[in-house]
């Protein structure tokens, strides 16, 4: 027997099984990087990205056309392995805000991916009201980034050179 071919609506709610999988993970570890941060904006930031995160949550399940659930996703349990990794090799170390902001950072990047690509088969789809709410998450991650961007630049790094 031939298999059928998969569709792109098939593909599409893979990939958002995947995303819900990964902002579920994401709001389990950023209380871990707010308590590990050493720097009180860092530690702001995380919370931020904490609150947004369910929010975010809260719009992937709209978006489901059934029960939301997830689907591991290996590239954020890398991610954030990574993350974990360096808040235990630099603990109380002054590059410590640094490695956790490069983790950060990796983490919106990968949501900035998967929402953009989300977003273009939902439009391929006819799916007006997915569309919608994704392009508010997108949104939010690419604030989120440029927020991170900007506390890199302006203090975490050279605190991190300077010691």
């Not at 930031?45 to 809260?58: C, N, P, S, V």
Request: hydrophobic letters at 40%; glycine letters at 4%; aromatic letters at 6%.
């Amino acid at each position: 027997m031939a298999k059928e071919p998969k569709t792109l609506d098939e593909l599409f709610h893979d990939t958002l099984k995947d995303i819900y999988f990964a902002e579920k993970k994401i709001l389990a570890t950023l209380p871990k990087m707010a308590k590990a941060a050493q720097s009180e904006e860092l530690k702001a930031a995380f919370e931020k990205h904490r609150t947004e995160t369910e929010g975010q949550i809260e719009r992937l399940e709209k978006v489901f056309e059934q029960k939301p659930q997830g689907k591991t996703c290996a590239a954020i349990n890398g991610i954030t392995e990574e993350g974990a990794e360096i808040m235990e090799e630099y603990k109380g170390s002054p590059a410590l805000d640094a490695g956790l902001l490069a983790a950060a950072q990796a983490v919106e990047h990968y949501e900035i991916s998967r929402y953009g690509t989300l977003i273009a088969w939902a439009e391929e789809l006819g799916l007006d009201d997915a569309v919608s709410l994704l392009e508010e998450t997108l949104e939010e991650e690419e604030a989120t980034d440029e927020a991170l961007t900007e506390i890199a630049k302006t203090a975490i790094n050279q605190e991190a050179q300077a010691a």
